[in-house]
């Protein structure tokens, strides 16, 4: 995740949507004073990172804001303030609330069926051959929406925008436009996806007891979004 104090935004870095690109093309852009947390299996993560340790905001910020005690006493136990993809009502628990309430915050999300056939191919790139179905029995589909919903509620999105992967360099071009962030029109460079070697759509792969169960586990999502296999 990053948070810019240069262009006074919070990229919410949801799993399997091009995060690690984006934050690869906001690295060098971003100023001294922002945040940028740790990129998990990249070996620059920790030279990435800088401005995400520490302890968390000052204890007052639990009484304006009551109804997130628990996610700010837990904030009190973390080793880190920041963490990589740590969901937006615990980075707000983190942030001042100026911050908060006048960045811009925003997020991506991807069609559930392909993101969990992304998904697959990223840990078998890691781990070694898994059967799709157990990787999926498993529940290892990448629940994004724990990640821009309310804490007990996932029907309320607490971010500004939640850009579609689908239409990914349009909707980023019309964010970056608005906070003044230097954009030729594309990420040029998608970092991971070098993980999925099979490149069929998910369409032609996925089985209807594996698409149904994948609907099931993230209901939510296409819920919100109004996905459709």
């Given at each position: 995740?990053?948070?810019?104090?240069?262009?006074?935004?919070?990229?919410?870095?949801?799993?399997?949507?091009?995060?690690?690109?984006?934050?690869?093309?906001?690295?060098?852009?971003?100023?001294?004073?922002?945040?940028?947390?740790?990129?998990?299996?990249?070996?620059?993560?920790?030279?990435?990172?800088?401005?995400?340790?520490?302890?968390?905001?000052?204890?007052?910020?639990?009484?304006?804001?009551?109804?997130?005690?628990?996610?700010?006493?837990?904030?009190?136990?973390?080793?880190?303030?920041?963490?990589?993809?740590?969901?937006?009502?615990?980075?707000?628990?983190?942030?001042?609330?100026?911050?908060?309430?006048?960045?811009?915050?925003?997020?991506?999300?991807?069609?559930?069926?392909?993101?969990?056939?992304?998904?697959?191919?990223?840990?078998c790139g890691l781990m070694g051959p898994l059967?799709?179905?157990?990787?999926?029995?498993?529940?290892?589909?990448?629940?994004?929406?724990?990640?821009?919903?309310?804490?007990?509620?996932?029907?309320?999105?607490?971010?500004?925008?939640?850009?579609?992967?689908?239409?990914?360099?349009?909707?980023?071009?019309?964010?970056?436009?608005?906070?003044?962030?230097?954009?030729?029109?594309?990420?040029?460079?998608?970092?991971?996806?070098?993980?999925?070697?099979?490149?069929?759509?998910?369409?032609?792969?996925?089985?209807?007891?594996?698409?149904?169960?994948?609907?099931?586990?993230?209901?939510?999502?296409?819920?919100?979004?109004?996905?459709?296999?």
């Amino acid at each position: 995740m990053i948070i810019s104090h240069k262009y006074k935004f919070i990229f919410i870095k949801t799993m399997k949507t091009a995060g690690t690109s984006i934050e690869h093309y906001l690295r060098p852009l971003c100023g001294a004073e922002d945040v940028l947390t740790p990129i998990t299996n990249e070996t620059d993560g920790m030279e990435f990172a800088r401005n995400w340790k520490g302890t968390f905001n000052p204890i007052p910020e639990l009484f304006i804001d009551p109804h997130h005690a628990r996610i700010v006493l837990d904030a009190l136990r973390s080793g880190s303030k920041y963490e990589e993809h740590q969901p937006a009502v615990r980075v707000r628990a983190r942030t001042p609330r100026s911050i908060w309430d006048s960045y811009y915050k925003f997020c991506v999300e991807r069609n559930p069926w392909d993101k969990v056939l992304s998904f697959y191919h990223f840990a078998c790139g890691l781990m070694g051959p898994l059967s799709l179905d157990d990787f999926i029995a498993g529940r290892h589909v990448a629940q994004n929406y724990p990640l821009y919903t309310g804490w007990r509620n996932h029907r309320k999105i607490v971010v500004d925008r939640v850009l579609r992967y689908e239409d990914l360099d349009r909707e980023l071009g019309e964010v970056f436009e608005m906070l003044g962030v230097p954009y030729s029109g594309t990420l040029t460079v998608r970092r991971k996806g070098h993980f999925r070697q099979d490149r069929r759509p998910y369409r032609e792969v996925l089985t209807s007891v594996q698409r149904d169960a994948i609907a099931k586990l993230l209901k939510p999502e296409i819920d919100l979004f109004g996905y459709e296999f």
